[in-house]
């Protein structure tokens, strides 16, 4: 078996995920009672209504803790991977797993990428739209007919692009979109105009935050979003990072990059099952675990490690 972790990314986020966890395993609860920035993230994950959790600067850095508290039971219980890789701030759980920083440096990483992300949405007026075509192509031309303001900024799976923006470019690439012959289009609850140059600022305040720490070495591959693979020779966990923030996240080609290294089964850590979802629709030959709660959990060890 080869195996790859899949970390959620925003959107993923449930009321009281991660009680579960905190309840029966006392080796996890120092994660979900540390205070990144002053986050009570306990409260947050297990007692805040979905809309508060659903803050930028209140999601990235609860999803985390949720990553972090299930990597570290599942190499407890000696499930380890030979590659990761995350959905936007999925990807910071990724490189904790694969040793870059540890569970603190994560959290107080998407505590500082949430809060920058927010300040970069404020005073725009933005949109996301899933659209849902299987040429991606017709998605592109619709975007760079439009007039400025929109841009792809996930290519989630086949048949499946996110674009984003001010919100009157969004609808008006998205009214081109369906012309053209895309199937549908879904609107989508975010808190900004993620993955597009809106974020800029954002991209600034990352590097210079990532200045102030060391990373280590990566245990084994993760596959970036920026490029869809592995780190470039002369390549920057920092480089890819900042750039992710502002860049279209390309997690087909992550996933497409994963299926041809030997990948034949993922984990997806993080509430829901939404990556489990885009693996089948790409690379279906892979099979899929997700893990949101403790039964899932003792499910995916009883599996693997047959305990």
């Not at 407890?76 to 540890?102: C, K, M, N, R, W």
């Amino acid at each position: 078996m080869s195996l790859a972790f899949l970390y959620a990314g925003q959107g993923s986020q449930r009321a009281g995920m991660g009680r579960d966890f905190f309840g029966e395993y006392p080796e996890v609860r120092d994660i979900f009672g540390y205070a990144p920035g002053g986050l009570d993230l306990g409260t947050l994950c297990f007692d805040a209504d979905l809309a508060e959790l659903s803050r930028t600067e209140h999601t990235q850095p609860a999803m985390g803790a949720f990553a972090a508290a299930v990597t570290r039971l599942l190499y407890g219980a000696g499930i380890t991977p030979q590659y990761a890789a995350g959905l936007s701030l999925g990807e910071y759980g990724a490189l904790h797993a694969a040793g870059v920083f540890g569970a603190e440096t994560l959290l107080d990483l998407l505590a500082f990428r949430g809060r920058a992300m927010a300040d970069a949405s404020r005073g725009v007026d933005f949109g996301m739209s899933a659209v849902i075509c299987d040429d991606a192509s017709v998605t592109e031309r619709a975007v760079a007919e439009t007039a400025g303001g929109v841009w792809c900024c996930n290519y989630n799976c086949p048949g499946q692009i996110v674009i984003g923006g001010e919100s009157a470019a969004v609808a008006e690439a998205t009214k081109l979109a369906l012309e053209y012959g895309a199937r549908r289009a879904l609107p989508l609850n975010v808190g900004g105009p993620f993955h597009t140059p809106f974020m800029n600022p954002a991209a600034v305040a990352l590097s210079d935050f990532f200045a102030k720490l060391d990373f280590a070495e990566m245990k084994f591959p993760v596959v970036f979003n920026v490029t869809g693979g592995v780190l470039a020779p002369g390549g920057t966990v920092r480089g890819n990072l900042t750039e992710q923030v502002r860049s279209p996240v390309r997690f087909e080609t992550c996933l497409r990059t994963l299926a041809a290294s030997g990948v034949d089964t993922v984990i997806e850590i993080g509430p829901g099952k939404t990556l489990s979802g885009f693996v089948r629709k790409t690379a279906p030959e892979i099979k899929t675990y997700a893990i949101d709660g403790t039964e899932d959990f003792r499910a995916v060890v009883r599996d693997l490690k047959g305990g």
